[in-house]
Every structure is written in structure tokens, then in C-alpha cells.
């Protein structure tokens, strides 16, 4: 569960990036979070995986705050930032160990879970390869097992959809559904409408730092009365600010 | 000539990938779009038409076999490869003098009409443009010298809805100008060829799987949802690929009209690209 | 003609701007103080070759051999030309990125490859100044010559490398079309490198040697004459060569103007024939390269390692791969600090012989000089971990996967500390190489030894610790290429700062050591830097997430 609490972030004076985000992603639900380039959405994400301190409010994961509890907080999720252009130099193999290291996964664990990881996207051929050779698609995928290792119960992902082929999209997306399944919580940005439409449980849309929806995709649709196909309505609402 | 593109058993051979006698033509006045899975063959198609590499077979371009009348062929034809363009270190007035030298049919008015409407920065370098700037500006240049043939690979790949409507815009519009034009873009966002191709080739592995209308495949495919039993009804030719889930069977069909008045089962859904893709490759065989 | 033209232009902008100054985002910052330095770096190497050429020249003209200088000049620039245009061409023909969104452009092949022929003929022209044009101004303004001499020098430094150029460009095509070594872009530049490097190492060495037998006037002249009775046996073989030295050196008009159409009668032929040779050989060999399939390689078993090492291990195994694996890491990040003291110990070795270092021990033993000579070894020490750029890039390194650091549920404070670490390690090579040959040569006490270990290791913390933090507070992680990080960050000045500090420290110390015991004053060195280290500490710990305020 990731609870935000009225987070602000500004980065020029008196332009908020972000504005007194509120907002709660429960478990069992996977949530999608959309919205327009520049409109806050990478902010909003790097608050809450620390990377960027809130100037106001608090995130909370699994109840531990990530600006008093930061530790904790990190151990509860696993992210896959939009860009996999990490540790190019190191082997796949490598980078899975490290990972795996740093968040403590159980010695027994470790092998079966790298290997159904990789193999499931079909790179574990490749683990003794630095990932400088992969090519995006496989960079991407490296990092989604890197972020699945620890089994965290809390995924938060950037664009992971961007640069996967059909089935390692689709295989993901199956195991979002299962994770959720399960009780846990899945956190996700796309430009995809829909993908989001037919993934998630809930969406929230975000413009010029403010949350200008959250709900179900009926919810949306009902709310705005309209017919019309979802990027439509997606158009309409981030063009109407 | 129907078709601006023709390709005849193209092979290409590869260290550990083999590209296996493709064919398909991309016929005039529609728009093609090649999917499949990363490595298989769509760049590497992409690249034979351009004659970028060699291989065998046979590729007419606009009439023309491609090889002996490359530098014909490049005139007409308007290219968007997926890396950086020309040089990050020119802005768009230089952009305009460079091609005007290049394309024999280099409309300056026409690419600045664009610049405008795109409200793209005229004084900034290239290497300062974000990511969907970038690939506006490198289609406005492969339109404005009134190509017969546009050519991309992944042009949509990582843009917000908002910049990819703008896009497909303009893909519409290059069509709607002339009928005797053509667009062949290869991509993973299948939504966007839903709303825009009229044919659709699918490439796994080297091989084409299905080469169909857009139309066909959303009106008349559809998933077939239902239980062992009565999968087992079912005749092998009213089917193509069948998945087994949990509790029941999927099963792809490509007509669920027919299927419909044949079987009395209810659960009968339209497919979706992405859907009918995933049976092929997960799929099984009858 | 004009797309070879305008080709051309782009491909020149795109090469000079890369290596200048677009690696950075902000790179308009610092362009008018890049300026600066460049123009005083350029000012400061045309002195040194000014001098030299003076010398060389005054040398020739005790025996009257001066014009041998001019030919000695050219064929010396023929001879830069062919060794860096072999590995040059390949860098500009096969190995720049924008080739891909080249080829579907309506260009005739021979537009590419002579557009990007030209750019390496106009690179050589930059060289040319400095290891041509200089020596012969100098020459001319010696010799007080006038536009007779000066115009034809400038017609031959933009005749002479094109023969060359085309010549080599034309075996590379020819042996590119055929290996495989398209493929392996970054093994190529490691070995160029490294080739680089051994060549400089050995010149060192010989520059030595030579400075060594300190040469005559007369000596000097001697070699340059034996030097240009070679010279005149290979004019045969280049008879580009040839005809420029009689257009430089002749009298009238008229004989210059022959030889030098002779000079551009070849070269124009030859561009032509390799204008119509290489559209066959380029393209072959270049195809090759392109080719960007997924890796579907069969590895051998994949080894699962799951020995489980602790967090602090595994951690700064990651750092040393990332500076092992990563050839600029390496060469401009580890190999010095290894290269540097080993090189040091060769010059040594090679320019003192016995006397003179049972000259230095006599000395020493009569001033009674042990305290000093405890502190020069830490001073020396200091000297070489000035070159360590590992901790000052800990961050920056990184670039735009810093935040990494961030998301981890692992403590920055551990983090610092285990990017601190390779920087301590590597300093290490240093220390223990000095105080080994200082134990051969100056034979201190095993005492000592431990002494003068430990207080270097205390600095060496310290100052790891320190250069991390400048680099927390000041991070470059918005860069295109590793060069940015450790070639042009205005950081890398902080080893040097932090090193020359402690330097002056000791000295001032040194004065004491006539009165003081050197241990008290060692005690006191070591007290200051441990004093420093566990401060750094409890800040880095105290402050650990605004210091990594400037990652996001």
C-alpha cells in the first residue's frame, strides 16, 4: 500500500510541479498513473521512491514513511525507472546478485528466482552478457527482474511498456495481475490508454501538478457523459485545463 | 502498378537470425504496418527495402528494382529510422539548405508551414529538442519533399497520447494528399496501427505470420471462450490457434460470425491485435 | 558538388562540437573560460616547439645545412600524418553514429565517403599547424624570408597530406571490407590507447636518454645531416615530398609553379581514382558494422553465483568492475595511479646511476636529515595521489544512473563509504611503490616504514572522503560521453588542490623538524588528518541525505 499525503514539490519559485498530491494505492489494486509530458507525473514518481525530497507532505509505504523511515520504506518496494540504461557494464548475472544482495533476498531463494525471472522473458541465455550488449528491450527486461527479485510487495514502474515486444508485454502484464492478486499493490505510469484501460483497477490522471481524476475507467466515463473512445477522453480532459 | 512496394522472397542470413522469404507488397494509397517481436526481422526488412543491407530476393520500389535504381528510389521515397538524425548539431534552417541540395522535389515552404504548425523551435540546436520534438522534426522532413513512400521504424515509441495523436495526424494527412501514396511503419504500439493501417504484416521469427486487413482483423477475428468439452466439439477448420488456461479454453478464430451461427457458445469476443498476436506466438496448433 | 560540400560541413560540425563542448547540457557555462585555456594550452606548446625548432635550426646553421631544416620539417609531418590518419580514418569512416540516418538520404556513395575524407584531411590541418607550420614560421622569420617562402609552405601543408590520406583511407577500406573488426569499436579504441600510450612512455624514456649525453652544436648537426640523407632516399618513394622542397626552395616564380602543379597534377588524380575505387570497398566493410541484432549468443552455463559475499564486498566489486570494464574509466581513471609510479621508477632508474645516488645518501646521512626525509617520502606520495580521479568522480561517474543510490534500501551513508573505498585502494599502488624504493634507495628503518605507512594511509582517507564530498556537492550527471567526467570537469582539480595543501603542510613542517623530534611531528601530521577524516565521517553521516541532494 502506498499512501501519499498532500505532496508538493516545486522546482522554480512559485511554479509547483507537483501540488498537494493526495492520493492512495490500495492493496489488491493495480493503479494506473497518466498524464501528459511535463504534467508531474516523473515528479510525483520520484517522490516516492525518494529519489526527490517532497518540499511539503509525506509518503508512506506500507506505513513506513520514506522521509523519516526511509530504509524500510526501500525495502517494501521494487521500482524500474523509465530509463534501463543502467550498470552497462556489469553482467546481467552480476546485476542480479547485486540486487539481490542489497535487498536481501534468501541465499535459497536466489537461483529459482533469477531463473524463472529470466527465464519467463527469455534472457536468462543471456545473463553472462554485459548488458551494454543488450538491446533495449532486453535492458529493460534485466531491470523489471531486478526490481521482481526481492518479491516486493509494492511495484512501482515507469513506462515499463515502453520498448517490451508483445509477449514480454503481455507476460508482464500477467504478472502484475497475479502480484495483485495476491494482496499487493502495483504502482504504474504509460502513455499506453489502453493498456491502462484493460489493466488497471483504478487510474489517476494528472495535469499541471494537480490530480485532475482518479477512478475507475466507468467512473471516467461517466463522469465526463461521454461515449467517446478513452483517448478521447483523455485528450479532453488534459486539453480542458 | 498497384503497388509501391513489392517484396519477393527476401532472405537475409545473420550470424544466429535468418530473415525467410518474405512477401508483401504495400500496395498504394494505405498504410502498412509491420509488427513483431524485437529481433526478428522488422528493422531488418526495413533496412533491405532501403537496400541499407544487401540481401537476396527481389524488392521493386515504385516500379523500379531497388538496387539498380537506388538513388532514383531515394528521391521519392521520405525515411524515419529510429536513431538521431543527420547531426545533433543543426537547427532547422540548416536542416532546410542541407535538403534542398539533396531532394530534387525539396518544398522549403511546405517544411516551414510545418515547423510552424508544430511550433517547433527555429534558433535551437537538435541535440536541445525533447524526444517528441525530435521525431516531429525528422517526419516533417522526410514529408517535405513529397516522397511517394514514407518509411519508418517505430515512430510513436515512447511519446504521450497527446504527441502521438499529432503524429498519426500527420500520417493521415501525407495519405489523404495523394492516393498514390503509401506509409510502411514497423512498431509494438499496436493501438496506433488500429487507428491507422489498413494492412497489417506480422513478423516472428524471420517468417510472416499473418498478412491481413485491419478491418478483417477487428471485425471478423475473435476469441472463443469455453470448456473442454466443448472445445472438443469444435472442427480443426473453424479455427486457427487455441490457448488451454486454468478452467477453460481460448480459441482464436478468424470469422465469429460464422463461428456464431455454427456453435452455441456465447462467449465470443472481438480480438484485439495484441490478443490475435499472442495466440500466434503463445498459441497452439491444432 | 555542392552535396559533397554541404556533407562535409555537417560532418565536420557534428566531429569538432562532440570533442568540444556539447558534452555537457550547461556546456554554455564554461565556453568562454574553455576558450581561454585552450588558446593559452595552444600558446604554451607553440613556445616549446618555437624553442626547440630555434635551437635545431641555430645548430644547422654552424655547418650551413639550414635548408635541410625545411625538408626535415615536411617529412616529419608526413610522417605524423600517415601514423595518425591510420587510426583516424577508421574512427571517421566506420565508427561515427550518424552513418545509419545517412544511407537512406538520395547521396551517390562517392558524396559520403569523400565528404568524410575531406574531414579527415581537414583534421590533419589542425595537426599540421602545430608540428608543421610553426617550425617553418619560426624558420622564415629567422631566415628573414618573405612571401616567396611563406606562400608556397602554406600550399604545400594543404597539398601535402591529401596523397597520404587517400592512400591509407584506401587500405583501410580495402582491409575493412574483409575482418571483422567493425564489430569491436571499443576493443579497437582501448588498443589505440594503449598503442598511444607506449608510444608516449617510450618517447619519455628516450627524451631522457638523450638529455642525458648533452649534444653539441656540432653533434646536432651531424644527426640532422645523417637524418636527411635518409630523407633524400625516401623523396624518392613520395614524390609529392619532393616536388613541395624544390617549390619551398626554389628562386623564381616560375620553377614553383611547375613543381607545384606536378604536386597537384598527382594528387588530383589520385582522388579521382579513389573517388571511383572506394564506392566498391566502402560500403562493404561499413554494412558491417550496422548490423544491431539482438544478441541471441549461446553461453556456455550460465554460472549462478550465489556464495553470498557481504553488501560492503559486492558493493565496491561493482564500482572497480564499472572502472575496469569501461575503457576510459580506465585508462584515465586506474591505470595512472598504477602507471604513474612504475614509470617514475623507471626514469629514476635509468638517469641515476651509482654515483649520484651514493652522492644523495652522503648528503643526507651528513645533514642528518631523517625527519625530512620521512616527510619528502609523504610528500611524494601526496605528488602521485594527485593523479587519483576515482573519488572525484564517484558520483559523476554514474551520470544519469545516480539516483540508483536513492531507491536502495541501503543507507547512503554505507554508500559513500563503499564508493570512497577504490579511491583508497588505488592510492595504495602508490604508497607501497614509494616507500619500497625508498627502502632500497635511502634504506629507512622497518620503524619508519610502518610510521610513515600508516600516517599516508590516515591522508589518503582523509582525503578520499573529502574529494567524495566535492563531488556530492557538485555532481556532473548530465553527460553524452566519459570523457566528460574525467577529462573536462573542473573537479578534477581538486586531487591536485587537496594533494598541493598537504604538500605545503609537510614542508612547513619540515622547517621544524631541526628542533622538534620527526615523530612529534609526524604525531601531529597524523592527529590533523585523522582529525579531519572522523569529522568528514560524522558530517557524511549526519548529512547523508542533502548531500546527495543534487541526484535526482
Same mark, same amino acid.
Not at chain 1, 539481490?100 to 527465464?119: D, F, G, H, Q, S
Not at chain 2, 502498412?32 to 524485437?38: A, D, F, M, R
Not at chain 3, 579527415?120 to 617562402?149: R, S, T
Not at chain 3, 595512472?336 to 621508477?345: K, R, T
Given at each position: 500500500?502506498?499512501?501519499?499525503?498532500?505532496?508538493?514539490?516545486?522546482?522554480?519559485?512559485?511554479?509547483?510541479?507537483?501540488?498537494?498530491?493526495?492520493?492512495?494505492?490500495?492493496?489488491?489494486?493495480?493503479?494506473?498513473?497518466?498524464?501528459?509530458?511535463?504534467?508531474?507525473?516523473?515528479?510525483?514518481?520520484?517522490?516516492?521512491?525518494?529519489?526527490?525530497?517532497?518540499?511539503?507532505?509525506?509518503?508512506?509505504?506500507?506505513?513506513?514513511?520514506?522521509?523519516?523511515?526511509?530504509?524500510?520504506?526501500?525495502?517494501?518496494?521494487?521500482?524500474?525507472?523509465?530509463?534501463?540504461?543502467?550498470?552497462?557494464?556489469?553482467?546481467?548475472?552480476?546485476?542480479?546478485?547485486?540486487?539481490?544482495?542489497?535487498?536481501?533476498?534468501?541465499?535459497?531463494?536466489?537461483?529459482?528466482?533469477?531463473?524463472?525471472?529470466?527465464?519467463?522473458?527469455?534472457?536468462?541465455?543471456?545473463?553472462?552478457?554485459?548488458?551494454?550488449?543488450?538491446?533495449?528491450?532486453?535492458?529493460?527486461?534485466?531491470?523489471?527482474?531486478?526490481?521482481?527479485?526481492?518479491?516486493?510487495?509494492?511495484?512501482?514502474?515507469?513506462?515499463?511498456?515502453?520498448?517490451?515486444?508483445?509477449?514480454?508485454?503481455?507476460?508482464?502484464?500477467?504478472?502484475?495481475?497475479?502480484?495483485?492478486?495476491?494482496?499487493?499493490?502495483?504502482?504504474?505510469?504509460?502513455?499506453?490508454?489502453?493498456?491502462?484501460?484493460?489493466?488497471?483497477?483504478?487510474?489517476?490522471?494528472?495535469?499541471?501538478?494537480?490530480?485532475?481524476?482518479?477512478?475507475?475507467?466507468?467512473?471516467?466515463?461517466?463522469?465526463?457523459?461521454?461515449?467517446?473512445?478513452?483517448?478521447?477522453?483523455?485528450?479532453?480532459?488534459?486539453?480542458?485545463? | 502498378?498497384?503497388?509501391?512496394?513489392?517484396?519477393?522472397?527476401?532472405?537475409?542470413?545473420?550470424?544466429?537470425?535468418?530473415?525467410?522469404?518474405?512477401?508483401?507488397?504495400?500496395?498504394?494509397?494505405?498504410?502498412?504496418?509491420?509488427?513483431?517481436?524485437?529481433?526478428?526481422?522488422?528493422?531488418?526488412?526495413?533496412?533491405?527495402?532501403?537496400?541499407?543491407?544487401?540481401?537476396?530476393?527481389?524488392?521493386?520500389?515504385?516500379?523500379?528494382?531497388?538496387?539498380?535504381?537506388?538513388?532514383?528510389?531515394?528521391?521519392?521515397?521520405?525515411?524515419?529510422?529510429?536513431?538521431?538524425?543527420?547531426?545533433?548539431?543543426?537547427?532547422?534552417?540548416?536542416?532546410?539548405?542541407?535538403?534542398?541540395?539533396?531532394?530534387?522535389?525539396?518544398?522549403?515552404?511546405?517544411?516551414?508551414?510545418?515547423?510552424?504548425?508544430?511550433?517547433?523551435?527555429?534558433?535551437?540546436?537538435?541535440?536541445?529538442?525533447?524526444?517528441?520534438?525530435?521525431?516531429?522534426?525528422?517526419?516533417?522532413?522526410?514529408?517535405?519533399?513529397?516522397?511517394?513512400?514514407?518509411?519508418?521504424?517505430?515512430?510513436?515509441?515512447?511519446?504521450?497520447?497527446?504527441?502521438?495523436?499529432?503524429?498519426?495526424?500527420?500520417?493521415?494527412?501525407?495519405?489523404?494528399?495523394?492516393?498514390?501514396?503509401?506509409?510502411?511503419?514497423?512498431?509494438?504500439?499496436?493501438?496506433?496501427?488500429?487507428?491507422?493501417?489498413?494492412?497489417?504484416?506480422?513478423?516472428?521469427?524471420?517468417?510472416?505470420?499473418?498478412?491481413?486487413?485491419?478491418?478483417?482483423?477487428?471485425?471478423?477475428?475473435?476469441?472463443?471462450?469455453?470448456?473442454?468439452?466443448?472445445?472438443?466439439?469444435?472442427?480443426?477448420?473453424?479455427?486457427?490457434?487455441?490457448?488451454?488456461?486454468?478452467?477453460?479454453?481460448?480459441?482464436?478464430?478468424?470469422?465469429?460470425?460464422?463461428?456464431?451461427?455454427?456453435?452455441?457458445?456465447?462467449?465470443?469476443?472481438?480480438?484485439?491485435?495484441?490478443?490475435?498476436?499472442?495466440?500466434?506466438?503463445?498459441?497452439?496448433?491444432? | 558538388?555542392?552535396?559533397?560540400?554541404?556533407?562535409?560541413?555537417?560532418?565536420?560540425?557534428?566531429?569538432?562540437?562532440?570533442?568540444?563542448?556539447?558534452?555537457?547540457? $550547461?556546456? %554554455?557555462?564554461?565556453?568562454? +573560460?574553455?576558450?581561454?585555456? /585552450?588558446? &593559452?594550452?595552444? !600558446?604554451?606548446?607553440?613556445? #616549446? =616547439?618555437?624553442?626547440?625548432?630555434?635551437?635545431?635550426?641555430?645548430?644547422?646553421?654552424?655547418?650551413?645545412?639550414?635548408?635541410?631544416?625545411?625538408?626535415?620539417?615536411?617529412?616529419?609531418?608526413?610522417?605524423?600524418?600517415?601514423?595518425?590518419?591510420?587510426?583516424?580514418?577508421?574512427?571517421?569512416?566506420?565508427?561515427?553514429? $550518424?552513418? %545509419?540516418?545517412?544511407?537512406? +538520404?538520395?547521396?551517390?556513395? /562517392?558524396? &559520403?565517403?569523400? !565528404?568524410?575524407?575531406?574531414? #579527415? =584531411?581537414?583534421?590533419?590541418?589542425?595537426?599540421?599547424?602545430?608540428?608543421?607550420?610553426?617550425?617553418?614560421?619560426?624558420?622564415?622569420?629567422?631566415?628573414?624570408?618573405?612571401?616567396?617562402?611563406?606562400?608556397?609552405?602554406?600550399?604545400?601543408?594543404?597539398?601535402?597530406?591529401?596523397?597520404?590520406?587517400?592512400?591509407?583511407?584506401?587500405?583501410?577500406?580495402?582491409?575493412?571490407?574483409?575482418?571483422?573488426?567493425?564489430?569491436?569499436?571499443?576493443?579497437?579504441?582501448?588498443?589505440?590507447?594503449?598503442?598511444?600510450?607506449?608510444?608516449?612512455?617510450?618517447?619519455?624514456?628516450?627524451?631522457?636518454?638523450?638529455?642525458?649525453?648533452?649534444?653539441?652544436?656540432?653533434?646536432?648537426?651531424?644527426?640532422?645531416?645523417?637524418?636527411?640523407?635518409?630523407?633524400?632516399?625516401?623523396?624518392?618513394?613520395?614524390?609529392?615530398?619532393?616536388?613541395?622542397?624544390?617549390?619551398?626552395?626554389?628562386?623564381?616564380?616560375?620553377?614553383?609553379?611547375?613543381?607545384?602543379?606536378?604536386?597537384?597534377?598527382?594528387?588530383?588524380?589520385?582522388?579521382?581514382?579513389?573517388?571511383?575505387?572506394?564506392?566498391?570497398?566502402?560500403?562493404?566493410?561499413?554494412?558491417?558494422?550496422?548490423?544491431?541484432?539482438?544478441?541471441?549468443?549461446?553461453?556456455?552455463?550460465?554460472?549462478?553465483?550465489?556464495?553470498?559475499?557481504?553488501?560492503?564486498?559486492?558493493?565496491?566489486?561493482?564500482?572497480?568492475?564499472?572502472?575496469?570494464?569501461?575503457?576510459?574509466?580506465?585508462?584515465?581513471?586506474?591505470?595512472?595511479?598504477?602507471?604513474?609510479?612504475?614509470?617514475?621508477?623507471?626514469?629514476?632508474?635509468?638517469?641515476?646511476?651509482?654515483?649520484?645516488?651514493?652522492?644523495?645518501?652522503?648528503?643526507?646521512?651528513?645533514?642528518?636529515?631523517?625527519?625530512?626525509?620521512?616527510?619528502?617520502?609523504?610528500?611524494?606520495?601526496?605528488?602521485?595521489?594527485?593523479?587519483?580521479?576515482?573519488?572525484?568522480?564517484?558520483?559523476?561517474?554514474?551520470?544519469?544512473?545516480?539516483?540508483?543510490?536513492?531507491?536502495?534500501?541501503?543507507?547512503?551513508?554505507?554508500?559513500?563509504?563503499?564508493?570512497?573505498?577504490?579511491?583508497?585502494?588505488?592510492?595504495?599502488?602508490?604508497?607501497?611503490?614509494?616507500?619500497?624504493?625508498?627502502?632500497?634507495?635511502?634504506?629507512?628503518?622497518?620503524?619508519?616504514?610502518?610510521?610513515?605507512?600508516?600516517?599516508?594511509?590516515?591522508?589518503?582517507?582523509?582525503?578520499?572522503?573529502?574529494?567524495?564530498?566535492?563531488?556530492?556537492?557538485?555532481?556532473?550527471?548530465?553527460?553524452?560521453?566519459?570523457?566528460?567526467?574525467?577529462?573536462?570537469?573542473?573537479?578534477?582539480?581538486?586531487?591536485?588542490?587537496?594533494?598541493?595543501?598537504?604538500?605545503?603542510?609537510?614542508?612547513?613542517?619540515?622547517?621544524?623538524?631541526?628542533?622538534?623530534?620527526?615523530?612529534?611531528?609526524?604525531?601531529?601530521?597524523?592527529?590533523?588528518?585523522?582529525?579531519?577524516?572522523?569529522?568528514?565521517?560524522?558530517?557524511?553521516?549526519?548529512?547523508?541525505?542533502?548531500?546527495?541532494?543534487?541526484?535526482?
Amino acid at each position: 500500500m502506498i499512501e501519499i499525503k498532500n505532496v508538493s514539490k516545486s522546482y522554480v519559485k512559485d511554479v509547483k510541479s507537483v501540488d498537494s498530491l493526495n492520493l492512495e494505492i490500495k492493496n489488491g489494486e493495480i493503479f494506473g498513473f497518466l498524464g501528459p509530458n511535463g504534467a508531474g507525473k516523473t515528479t510525483t514518481i520520484r517522490m516516492i521512491t525518494g529519489i526527490l525530497e517532497p518540499d511539503g507532505g509525506d509518503i508512506l509505504v506500507d506505513g513506513y514513511s520514506i522521509r523519516s523511515n526511509p530504509i524500510e520504506a526501500k525495502k517494501r518496494f521494487g521500482f524500474v525507472p523509465d530509463n534501463p540504461d543502467i550498470f552497462l557494464k556489469l553482467k546481467g548475472i552480476e546485476y542480479l546478485n547485486f540486487l539481490a544482495e542489497i535487498y536481501n533476498v534468501p541465499i535459497e531463494k536466489r537461483v529459482e528466482r533469477i531463473e524463472n525471472l529470466t527465464k519467463k522473458f527469455e534472457i536468462y541465455q543471456n545473463l553472462n552478457s554485459t548488458i551494454e550488449s543488450y538491446s533495449h528491450g532486453m535492458r529493460q527486461k534485466i531491470v523489471i527482474c531486478g526490481a521482481l527479485i526481492s518479491n516486493p510487495k509494492n511495484w512501482i514502474l515507469d513506462e515499463p511498456m515502453t520498448g517490451l515486444d508483445p509477449k514480454s508485454s503481455f507476460d508482464l502484464k500477467e504478472m502484475m495481475r497475479e502480484h495483485t492478486k495476491k494482496g499487493n499493490a502495483v504502482f504504474f505510469s504509460t502513455h499506453i490508454l489502453d493498456v491502462a484501460e484493460r489493466l488497471c483497477d483504478r487510474v489517476g490522471i494528472i495535469n499541471k501538478g494537480k490530480l485532475v481524476f482518479v477512478g475507475t475507467f466507468e467512473e471516467m466515463k461517466a463522469k465526463f457523459k461521454e461515449e467517446t473512445s478513452l483517448e478521447e477522453l483523455f485528450l479532453e480532459i488534459t486539453e480542458n485545463d | 502498378m498497384e503497388n509501391n512496394i513489392i517484396l519477393k522472397k527476401v532472405s537475409k542470413e545473420y550470424k544466429d537470425f535468418k530473415l525467410n522469404d518474405i512477401s508483401f507488397n504495400v500496395p498504394k494509397g494505405s498504410v502498412v504496418g509491420l509488427i513483431g517481436e524485437n529481433g526478428v526481422g522488422k528493422t531488418t526488412t526495413i533496412k533491405a527495402i532501403l537496400n541499407i543491407i544487401s540481401s537476396q530476393g527481389t524488392i521493386i520500389v515504385l516500379g523500379k528494382d531497388n538496387k539498380k535504381y537506388e538513388q532514383e528510389i531515394k528521391q521519392e521515397i521520405g525515411v524515419v529510422l529510429d536513431d538521431s538524425f543527420l547531426s545533433d548539431y543543426i537547427d532547422i534552417k540548416k536542416i532546410d539548405s542541407i535538403m534542398k541540395d539533396f531532394y530534387k522535389n525539396w518544398d522549403s515552404k511546405k517544411y516551414f508551414n510545418y515547423i510552424k504548425k508544430f511550433k517547433l523551435p527555429k534558433d535551437k540546436m537538435i541535440n536541445d529538442f525533447s524526444t517528441g520534438m525530435k521525431m516531429k522534426l525528422k517526419i516533417i522532413t522526410a514529408i517535405s519533399h513529397n516522397p511517394k513512400i514514407l518509411i519508418l521504424d517505430e515512430p510513436t515509441s515512447g511519446l504521450d497520447p497527446v504527441v502521438r495523436n499529432e503524429i498519426l495526424d500527420i500520417f493521415r494527412e501525407f495519405i489523404a494528399e495523394d492516393e498514390e501514396r503509401s506509409i510502411l511503419m514497423s512498431t509494438h504500439i499496436t493501438s496506433d496501427l488500429e487507428h491507422i493501417s489498413d494492412y497489417i504484416v506480422f513478423i516472428d521469427n524471420g517468417h510472416i505470420i499473418f498478412n491481413l486487413p485491419t478491418e478483417e482483423l477487428l471485425e471478423n477475428y475473435g476469441i472463443v471462450k469455453c470448456k473442454k468439452e466443448e472445445f472438443e466439439k469444435i472442427k480443426k477448420e473453424d479455427y486457427i490457434k487455441y490457448k488451454k488456461e486454468k478452467y477453460q479454453y481460448e480459441i482464436l478464430v478468424n470469422d465469429r460470425f460464422k463461428f456464431k451461427k455454427i456453435y452455441p457458445i456465447n462467449t465470443i469476443d472481438r480480438a484485439s491485435i495484441e490478443d490475435i498476436m499472442l495466440f500466434y506466438i503463445k498459441g497452439e496448433n491444432k | 558538388m555542392t552535396n559533397t560540400i554541404l556533407l562535409t560541413i555537417v560532418f565536420l560540425k557534428s566531429s569538432l562540437q562532440r570533442i568540444q563542448s556539447k558534452y555537457y547540457e $550547461d556546456a %554554455e557555462k564554461n565556453k568562454s +573560460l574553455r576558450r581561454i585555456v /585552450y588558446i &593559452i594550452l595552444f !600558446a604554451f606548446l607553440a613556445g #616549446i =616547439i618555437g624553442f626547440f625548432s630555434s635551437n635545431i635550426i641555430d645548430a644547422l646553421e654552424q655547418s650551413n645545412q639550414e635548408t635541410i631544416f625545411i625538408g626535415l620539417i615536411l617529412f616529419l609531418v608526413l610522417m605524423v600524418t600517415v601514423i595518425q590518419v591510420i587510426f583516424s580514418s577508421i574512427n571517421i569512416l566506420y565508427f561515427t553514429k $550518424d552513418t %545509419e540516418s545517412i544511407l537512406p +538520404l538520395p547521396l551517390k556513395p /562517392y558524396q &559520403i565517403i569523400l !565528404a568524410r575524407t575531406n574531414v #579527415i =584531411i581537414i583534421v590533419q590541418y589542425f595537426i599540421e599547424i602545430i608540428v608543421g607550420l610553426i617550425p617553418l614560421a619560426v624558420y622564415g622569420f629567422k631566415m628573414d624570408l618573405g612571401p616567396m617562402y611563406y606562400v608556397p609552405v602554406i600550399i604545400t601543408l594543404i597539398l601535402l597530406p591529401i596523397l597520404p590520406i587517400i592512400l591509407i583511407s584506401l587500405i583501410v577500406m580495402i582491409l575493412m571490407s574483409f575482418s571483422k573488426i567493425t564489430k569491436n569499436r571499443n576493443k579497437f579504441q582501448l588498443f589505440t590507447t594503449f598503442l598511444v600510450l607506449a608510444v608516449a612512455i617510450a618517447f619519455s624514456i628516450a627524451m631522457v636518454k638523450i638529455d642525458e649525453q648533452s649534444i653539441s652544436d656540432a653533434q646536432m648537426a651531424q644527426m640532422m645531416s645523417k637524418a636527411n640523407s635518409m630523407i633524400e632516399m625516401i623523396k624518392g618513394y613520395f614524390p609529392t615530398l619532393k616536388y613541395s622542397i624544390n617549390a619551398i626552395l626554389s628562386n623564381d616564380i616560375m620553377t614553383m609553379i611547375i613543381e607545384f602543379v606536378k604536386v597537384v597534377g598527382i594528387s588530383l588524380v589520385a582522388y579521382i581514382v579513389y573517388a571511383i575505387l572506394s564506392q566498391k570497398l566502402y560500403f562493404k566493410g561499413l554494412v558491417g558494422s550496422l548490423f544491431s541484432g539482438e544478441n541471441k549468443k549461446k553461453n556456455k552455463k550460465i554460472k549462478l553465483g550465489v556464495k553470498r559475499k557481504n553488501i560492503g564486498r559486492m558493493y565496491i566489486g561493482k564500482e572497480f568492475k564499472t572502472l575496469l570494464r569501461n575503457p576510459v574509466y580506465l585508462v584515465q581513471c586506474i591505470l595512472p595511479a598504477v602507471l604513474l609510479p612504475i614509470l617514475c621508477i623507471v626514469l629514476i632508474a635509468i638517469s641515476l646511476d651509482e654515483a649520484t645516488i651514493n652522492d644523495i645518501l652522503n648528503y643526507l646521512s651528513q645533514i642528518n636529515a631523517d625527519g625530512v626525509v620521512l616527510l619528502a617520502i609523504l610528500g611524494i606520495i601526496q605528488f602521485f595521489s594527485m593523479i587519483t580521479y576515482i573519488s572525484i568522480t564517484a558520483i559523476s561517474r554514474d551520470g544519469k544512473n545516480a539516483v540508483f543510490m536513492k531507491y536502495i534500501p541501503l543507507s547512503l551513508y554505507k554508500q559513500y563509504i563503499y564508493k570512497t573505498i577504490p579511491n583508497i585502494i588505488m592510492n595504495l599502488f602508490s604508497i607501497v611503490i614509494v616507500l619500497a624504493v625508498s627502502k632500497y634507495l635511502v634504506d629507512i628503518s622497518i620503524l619508519n616504514m610502518i610510521v610513515v605507512f600508516v600516517i599516508a594511509m590516515i591522508m589518503n582517507i582523509a582525503q578520499s572522503f573529502l574529494l567524495l564530498i566535492v563531488d556530492l556537492k557538485r555532481p556532473k550527471l548530465q553527460w553524452n560521453s566519459e570523457y566528460a567526467v574525467v577529462k573536462q570537469n573542473f573537479n578534477l582539480i581538486f586531487p591536485m588542490v587537496f594533494s598541493l595543501i598537504s604538500i605545503g603542510i609537510l614542508a612547513l613542517y619540515a622547517e621544524t623538524t631541526q628542533l622538534i623530534s620527526v615523530y612529534i611531528v609526524l604525531g601531529m601530521i597524523a592527529a590533523i588528518y585523522l582529525l579531519i577524516a572522523v569529522l568528514v565521517n560524522i558530517y557524511m553521516y549526519k548529512r547523508q541525505n542533502e548531500l546527495a541532494g543534487k541526484i535526482e
